[in-house]
């Protein structure tokens, strides 16, 4: 996904805080909002889907329609979380004791805490009767989070154990019996949830990302806690409130990721 698209998924969500993030109210229609935003169709339609996924906004269609107002939920914080667990084989009991701690903490913790609380719990669900990670958070509705879906799919299947580059863009619709614009819409999310990145050019393709990641857990849990009601430097403060409690003596354990999501999210706060 283009660094200008996510940039412009941030001012969307600014003009959502601005509207005191009223769901259901509209916020443009796509030629307005183009041309505010200073955008072709393609950059802004990249915009749109990862608004869409992390539910800041959606577009209604029709004579009516434009960008509307929505309402995040833990989701694609929580499918971050279960794809860094799968890549470090994280262990259900670790899980647990991330559970554990987050439980024991939210009843005092600063306001907030509910939304972590909420992530950490629908991560940990993800669990199947064998103790392995799977992507129930997934919400696998259009034809680019079904092919995301089954890439996702392959990898945890494989446990990581695969060729570094699944292919190239023609291979990859090929094999998916995608067009460019679905699979290309799949690498965007892959890309959001440190999955894999697309590289161009000459031998170029789809390659698989091992490195732990924070995938989409700063912006999906800054959209929660703004569309709660939180400034972001209420957000700073839970924030750091949780670092405070988080398992630190496994470094490759459950919590690592929430870890590197709440010190990127303070990092981004803090510049702002």
């Known amino acids: 996904m283009s660094k200008r698209a996510l940039d412009i998924a941030d001012q969307i969500e600014g003009s959502v805080c601005k509207l005191d993030w009223q769901v259901g109210a509209m916020i443009g229609d796509e030629t307005a909002l183009m041309a505010q935003y200073g955008v ?3 950059v802004f339609r990249q915009a749109i889907r990862l608004s869409e996924h992390l539910g800041v906004a959606s577009m209604r269609r ?3 329609g434009g960008l509307v107002i929505s309402r995040p939920g833990p989701g694609p914080a929580a499918l971050s979380m279960q794809i860094a667990w799968s890549k470090q084989r994280t262990q259900q ?5 991330l559970v554990d701690a987050v439980a024991d903490w939210a009843p005092t913790a600063p306001r907030g805490s509910k ?3 909420d992530i950490v719990s629908l991560a940990s669900a993800g669990f199947d009767a064998t103790g392995r990670v799977t992507i ?4 696998s509705v259009k034809l680019g989070e079904q092919i995301a879906q089954a890439i996702l799919e392959f990898l945890i299947n494989a446990q990581w154990e695969c060729d570094e580059l699944l292919g190239s863009e023609a291979h990859l619709m090929e094999t998916y019996n995608a067009g460019r614009a679905s699979l290309r819409e799949a690498v965007h999310l892959l890309e959001l949830h440190g999955v894999a990145v697309m590289q161009r050019g000459p031998g170029g393709g789809l390659l698989v990302l091992h490195a732990p990641s924070a995938g989409a857990l700063p912006q999906s849990i800054r959209a929660q806690l703004r569309s ?4 972001d430097e209420q957000t700073c403060t839970l924030l750091r409130d949780l670092l405070v409690i988080l398992p630190s003596d496994d470094p490759q354990g459950a919590a690592l990721c929430l870890r590197l999501g709440c010190e990127q999210l303070l990092d981004i706060l803090q510049r702002a």
Do not use: E
Not at 136 to 139: F, K, L, N, P
Not at 228 to 231: A, D, K, N, Q, W
């Open 115 to 117: 939304v972590i609380h």
């Open 40 to 42: 072709g169709r393609s």
């Open 93 to 97: 009991r670790s899980a647990q004791r």
């Open 136 to 139: 129930r958070a997934m919400d």
């Open 62 to 64: 029709g004579r009516t």
């Open 228 to 231: 709660s009601g939180l400034t």
